[in-house]
């Protein structure tokens, strides 16, 4: 899946191009409206994120330029600007949603993700497997080898993250930041911990093993060959 992220905010720019990256997304970065239409009228995007108050041309000219073009796909603007009125020009000239800043990566994630289900264009499967290992997100059951397996909530998602992108080995940072929507703390133990008790819930009396530790890079969830 690709995303265009039009923000001149080079701060927030680039913490918006890592975040969707380390989520599985590829992701292209303009500084300013010019080049910001340039790459949405010429390159085919899934998404686009786009600021309100931009160099060249602002926010709402690139998504009057993107409507005009014909092309439907879904606009998010991620923005510092809050007033109704804005909200509500962002909205009739053709925008899916709308989100201010300042904004947790998590919320903005969700909203991606939501978009891009809603134009279809994203199916999430309702049950995530790996091995003999279940995890039905509508019913919010995970089972193993058929036996129902009881989490708490922080291990249901972790659990749901790991089977997500499975096979990749995740940093700590990554999983801090989508499990517990905070900024990873070197002087902390809460993942280690919690990778511990969902080893014991998930994988211990079981095989094949499932969760694995890459030493210094992070953890992956994977069926070893």
């Not at 080049?35 to 686009?48: F, I, K, P, Q, R």
């Not at 291990?155 to 995740?170: C, P």
Request: with cysteine.
């Amino acid at each position: 899946m690709k995303i265009l992220v039009v923000e001149d905010e080079p701060k927030t720019g680039d913490y918006l191009r890592q975040g969707l990256c380390e989520a599985g997304f590829v992701v292209d970065l303009a500084r300013d409206g010019l080049d910001g239409l340039h790459l949405a009228l010429t390159e085919a995007y899934d998404l686009a994120i786009l600021d309100v108050m931009l160099p060249g041309i602002d926010g709402w000219q690139v998504l009057q330029g993107v409507r005009r073009s014909g092309k439907d796909m879904p606009v998010l603007f991620l923005t510092a600007k809050d007033a109704v009125d804005d909200r509500v020009k962002g909205l009739e000239l053709g925008a899916d949603d709308y989100l201010v800043k300042p904004f947790a990566f998590s919320e903005l994630l969700a909203r991606v993700r939501t978009l891009l289900r809603r134009g279809n264009k994203l199916k999430e499967p309702d049950v995530l497997r790996a091995a003999d290992l279940e995890l039905d997100l509508l019913r919010r059951r995970v089972t193993r080898c058929g036996k129902k397996i009881d989490l708490t909530a922080k291990e249901f998602s972790l659990l749901e993250l790991l089977l997500r992108r499975q096979g990749e080995v995740l940093p700590r940072s990554l999983i801090a930041s989508q499990v517990w929507d905070m900024n990873f703390d070197s002087d902390t133990n809460v993942i280690e911990v919690a990778i511990r008790r969902l080893r014991a819930k998930v994988d211990d009396g079981y095989e094949p093993k499932l969760i694995h530790t890459a030493r210094g890079m992070g953890y992956v969830l994977e069926v070893a060959e």
